[in-house]
């Protein structure tokens, strides 16, 4: 589970932290409060080199911005700040303890004619990922289920048989005859997966957040096959996108950002073939989870009647 598997990071992670300033209070003469001080910074300073990485990235390799959503000073600033803080959040609080922030999923009869959302998350991420934007979906009138992509570091074809599994349970529990599946970044590629392996007739429509739908080039310094197949160029992804490979539903649309710092280039990597593409600006990828910019989108596509 990426849970567990963060928890014990941040575990080995605070006993570093712990054992260097155990030494530099007995060795090195520091005060508890200086050792402490440099593992704070040490703590936050990792987690912005990260930031700095993708973004350092994204300015190398980016799309061409149209002039309509390009960024000045103060908003590219606020961008990075926000994603900074979505990384913290997401990865040390959310992820790791996703149990105690997201209860189990509020499942009703369906009374109505919006079909459920099953929400599908990214690479290295679980439901916690959705904690912001459930509960936002659910007060628009939506009922919203999530779902857990497990192992962490597996074929992305892996996946598709859970998502399979959890389209059965969410159409048992509510009484709808289909799904409407949104996906953010790599759960948009599990997403057409299933639909690979079990084609479309429970899943009324697809949307997809911040997907890599031809590759990234962050891809490159992942781990595990998923991270492999999200390459730029990969035989996976090419098979996934064969002319009449993978039929989607009608009505699907790929949200993307002109300023993603993951999936590099933006415009190239997200836009989806059979697809409404809706470019947005100001947002970073993890800073979609956190976003009312993607929201509006979101509900957007969702308000939208399927052709």
Partial sequence: ?????MRWVLLVELLMYSALGGWLVARAGWTPLQATGLALTGFLGLRLFIVAVTFSLMLNHSSVVPDGLRLGPIQAVRMVIEE???????FVALVPFEGFWLGPDRLTRSSGRRLPLLLIHGYQCNRGF???LRPRLEAAGWTVATHNMEPVYADIDHYAEGI???VAEVLAATGAPQVILVGHSMGGLASRAYLRRYGRDKVARMITLGSPHHGSRLARLGLGPNASQMRIGSSWLGALGAPGAVPLPQGSVSIYSCHDNYVVPQQAGSTLEGATNV???GVSHLGMAFSPVVLDALLEALASPSP
Avoid: E, T
């Fill in 84 to 90: 900074y803080v979505a990384l913290v959040l997401m």
């Fill in 164 to 166: 399979a599994g959890r």
């Fill in 1 to 5: 589970m990426a849970a567990r598997q």
């Fill in 130 to 132: 959705w904690f912001w």
């Fill in 279 to 281: 470019a947005i600006s």
